[in-house]
């Protein structure tokens, strides 16, 4: 199993709160992504990094932005929660030159925004 | 538009019993495809990697098969087990870019029962 963490796990917030999804890998690898996903739905990505202060917007687009300060830390922020941000958030590393560019997923955070 | 189709949307087997789930892709270029295993409320985990030559992968009781002529690929779990109980995603990746953007299914919600 990768060794990847997010924390909290399960979140309830009230509209307007500010929040902070953290993301940390152990294993050195240099791109980090965040991924949000609906019940039965696919993964969309909102947001990359190539390493070090390096971030990029994803395809979905989303009100969140991040931060990749060190290698294993990348935070998600929401300035200001709605509802329409409940969804279940995942982050996912990979080594620049991994084989497959295989992703390791970490165990997810389920947002819930009332 | 780079898709990818799975099929069914969901299953129920009995314990003991095997089945097939379905990924149809229309991604290119064409780098690998991958499933994903994901249980609920968890991150996805890699079953199997395959690339353009590779027509068949063995992972335990998953055998994933590709044939990229017709950008179709199937997961076969054999001998069913309660623990098999997850959703399975289908992955394709292309190599147009550096990001070496993946492309998420939906899932197959597979239950087994006892």
């Known amino acids: 199993e990768a060794d990847i963490y997010q924390t909290p796990r399960y979140l309830v917030i009230g509209t307007g709160k500010k929040i902070t999804l953290e993301c940390s890998q152990t294993?050195?690898?240099?791109?980090m992504y965040w991924y949000q996903q609906d019940p039965g739905m696919e993964l969309h990505l909102i947001h990359y990094?190539?390493?070090?202060?390096?971030?990029e917007k994803g395809d979905l687009s989303s009100e969140s932005t991040v931060s990749r300060i060190r290698t294993e830390h990348f935070p998600l922020t929401l300035e200001s929660a709605r509802p329409s941000h409940t969804s279940q958030y995942l982050c996912?590393?990979?080594?620049?030159?991994?084989?497959?560019?295989?992703?390791?997923f970490g165990p997810g955070t389920r947002l819930t925004v009332l | 538009k780079n898709q990818v189709e799975q099929s069914p949307q969901s299953l129920i087997i009995l314990e003991g019993k095997n089945c097939t789930l379905q990924?149809?892709?229309?991604?290119?270029?064409?780098?690998?495809l991958r499933w994903y295993k994901q249980d609920t409320g968890r991150g996805p985990v890699s079953l199997t990697i395959?690339?353009?030559?590779?027509n068949t992968k063995s992972n335990g009781r998953y055998t994933a098969t590709l044939d990229a002529d017709t950008k179709q690929s199937s997961l076969h779990i054999t001998a069913s087990q309660l623990s098999d109980s997850a959703s399975y995603i289908c992955?394709?990746?292309?190599?147009?870019?550096?990001?070496?953007?993946?492309?998420f299914g939906r899932g197959t919600q597979l239950t087994v029962w006892p």
């Open positions: 294993m050195g690898h240099d791109k």
């Open positions: 996912a590393s990979t080594k620049r030159e991994a084989s497959y560019n295989e992703q390791f």
């Open positions: 990924c149809n892709y229309t991604v290119s270029p064409f780098s690998n």
């Open positions: 395959m690339t353009f030559s590779e």
């Open positions: 990094s190539y390493g070090v202060n390096s971030t």
């Open positions: 992955v394709v990746s292309d190599r147009g870019s550096t990001l070496g953007r993946l492309y």
